[in-house]
């Protein structure tokens, strides 16, 4: 690792491995992101301690990074009392370093705590190869699998469209949905909807804000087929969002 943190900001490529460091917060918190998105498994080493902890991302806040699944629970004690510690995490072929953390806040859902970091202001971020966002198909057994979006207006902004359609599949950075068209005014990439609520009665619900990635009108169907990015949600949302990843992943593999 000493080798590596000699690289420059500029960002080298070597053996198809390109590296550099993240220092924009923008940049840092998609990275992390990518890592929450994949539950990908942090290695934690704090400080005057030779053992190693896992934890997993909860969430990425625009100024802090919240950790949850402390193992082995020894680490609990270490993270309460504030102590410094590094990070690093390996996913889809990206791999993050971050030093000089530590935990500002131990919070509770529901009797499970997670932890408040502060956002890393400079990441080693090391890519091997670019591929798809890893996402899931839905499979629910009959059940339907009900989405509505409520969309802010921009011309009216006291007026709200509410739009119902259906999960198509879902990751846990966003979902993909079919809803029934034309829509007017049409779906644009980059709107902000007011909220996105997903419910599959009896198995799932949540309720994120979001924002459109991509939406298109097949006029043969009178569909229209958008792809959604979740932009926050509580955290007890973001828990029920990742269970479900975890049930999914256990029985459906992952789209290409």
């Not at 131990?106 to 966002?133: C, K, M």
């Not at 198995?203 to 958008?226: E, G, M, P």
């Amino acid at each position: 690792m000493a080798e590596a943190l000699n690289i420059d900001k500029a960002g080298t490529r070597s053996n198809a491995i390109y590296t550099t460091f993240l220092d924009t917060r923008a940049e840092i918190a998609e990275a992390l992101k990518g890592l929450r998105n994949q539950r990908a498994t942090l290695q934690l080493t704090f400080e005057c301690e030779n053992s190693l902890h896992r934890a997993r991302i909860l969430d990425v806040l625009d100024d802090a990074v919240l950790l949850e699944d402390l193992q082995p629970r020894s680490g609990l004690p270490l993270m309460s009392n504030g102590r410094r510690f590094s990070l690093s995490g390996r996913a889809d072929g990206v791999y993050l370093f971050s030093e000089e953390n530590a935990c500002v806040r131990v919070e509770e859902d529901r009797g499970v705590p997670y932890f408040r970091i502060p956002l890393p202001t400079n990441v080693l971020y090391q890519q091997r190869r670019r591929s798809a966002r890893y996402q899931l198909p839905v499979r629910t057994e009959g059940r339907a699998a009900v989405v509505k979006l409520i969309r802010s207006i921009a011309a009216d902004k006291d007026h709200s469209d509410t739009l119902s359609g259906s999960l198509l599949d879902i990751s846990a950075g966003g979902c993909r949905v079919s809803l029934p068209g034309p829509i007017h005014p049409p779906l644009e990439v980059g709107e902000q909807l007011a909220s996105a609520a997903i419910e599959i009665p009896t198995l799932f619900d949540l309720a994120a804000d979001a924002t459109i990635r991509h939406a298109s009108y097949n006029k043969r169907t009178r569909q229209v087929i958008c792809g959604l990015e979740f932009t926050g949600m509580h955290v007890t949302d973001r828990r029920r969002l990742e269970q479900f990843m975890q049930s999914l992943s256990a029985t459906t593999s992952p789209k290409g």
